[in-house]
């Protein structure tokens, strides 16, 4: 894909902080359990930060380094005589944080309670809090592990003083650019550049879609801005195998355009697909309902204020 990042071009989305002016975010390592009774640590936190991750993580470095990484604590615990590794990565904000979490989120887990951006496998919590994305997963997997890292997501979250928020962050900006009618809950995600575009696409990375965004790429202006804000969702829900699937999938590229360049306003391209231009913002869309569906949904959405 050619140079993505031109696409900010003059003004950038800024995410906006997770505290207060002047807040600290707490040290990453804070968010690892305490030693106790229960919770035995194996020596200290391994820190990494910034481009230090590669050592750590190596060919998932790039994915959280777009979204802006800060510091990662990697603690091996013994909690009810199970090992676990719990690690906390801290983002640039809370937005930051549920970004990473949107595209790495397992697609056979389940919500955590208690947690609007937790899931849970056999043996791995994933969990967005505040700025931080934790992730605690059973060297040996066995059907205990699913409680076990589940209770010790919470240990590590009752760190924060007073607890982080349980904001509803898809129901804020910028995710108020994404139409809300025939949205599916829960498919909205974040994009901060275009290894974690791709990740966010995932099965409706198409040849066509891939091609329209490419193609808008290579038209946009070749500065170099804040690193682009993609936001991903799914609509018209379809059932596939018992499942709910979107049948559409929009991507905006959040202020694209906010300087005059010309830029790209086209009608849907075919019966599927569509470039449009609303406001500073890039919409592309793909879709398998029908053609002239399709393009009523489309008039609407350009229709909304972006």
């Not at 997770?18 to 707490?26: D, M, Q, V």
């Not at 590669?54 to 615990?77: K, T």
């Not at 887990?109 to 791995?124: C, E, I, K």
Request: proline content about 10%; charged content about 20%; overall charge negative.
């Amino acid at each position: 894909m050619r140079c993505m990042w031109a696409l900010l071009a003059g003004g950038s989305l800024l995410l906006p902080p997770s505290a207060a002016p002047g807040a600290e975010p707490l040290p990453a390592a804070r968010l690892i359990p305490a030693s106790s009774d229960s919770v035995q640590h194996a020596g200290d936190p391994a820190l990494y930060r910034g481009d230090e991750l590669y050592n750590y993580i190596d060919g998932g470095a790039p994915q959280y380094i777009e979204y802006g990484f800060a510091e990662v604590a990697s603690q091996e615990i013994l909690f009810r005589e199970r090992t676990y590794i719990f690690d906390v990565y801290r983002m640039a904000d809370d937005l930051a944080a549920f970004g990473i979490y949107s595209v790495r989120k397992p697609r056979q887990s389940v919500p955590l309670p208690g947690f609007p951006y937790g899931s849970v496998t056999a043996y791995q919590v994933l969990l967005a809090h505040g700025p931080y994305l934790i992730e605690i997963a059973a060297y040996e997997p066995i059907p205990e592990s699913a409680g076990d890292v589940s209770v010790l997501a919470r240990l590590g979250t009752s760190a924060f003083d007073p607890p982080a928020s349980a904001a509803d962050l898809a129901a804020r900006a910028p995710f108020t650019k994404l139409p809300a009618s025939d949205r599916i809950r829960g498919t909205e995600r974040l994009a901060r550049g275009p290894v974690s575009l791709r990740s966010a696409l995932g099965a409706a990375a198409s040849d066509p879609l891939l091609a329209a965004i490419d193609a808008a790429a290579g038209s946009a202006p070749e500065e170099l801005g804040a690193a682009p804000v993609w936001l991903i969702a799914g609509y018209h829900p379809r059932e596939k195998d018992g499942a709910l699937e979107p049948a559409t999938t929009l991507v905006i590229l959040a202020d694209a355009l906010a300087q005059e360049q010309g830029g790209i306003s086209t009608p849907p391209e075919g019966p599927s697909l569509a470039v449009m231009r609303r406001g500073n913002d890039l919409l592309f869309c793909s879709s398998r309902i029908e053609p002239q569906a399709f393009r009523v949904w489309v008039e609407q959405v350009l229709a909304a204020s972006p």
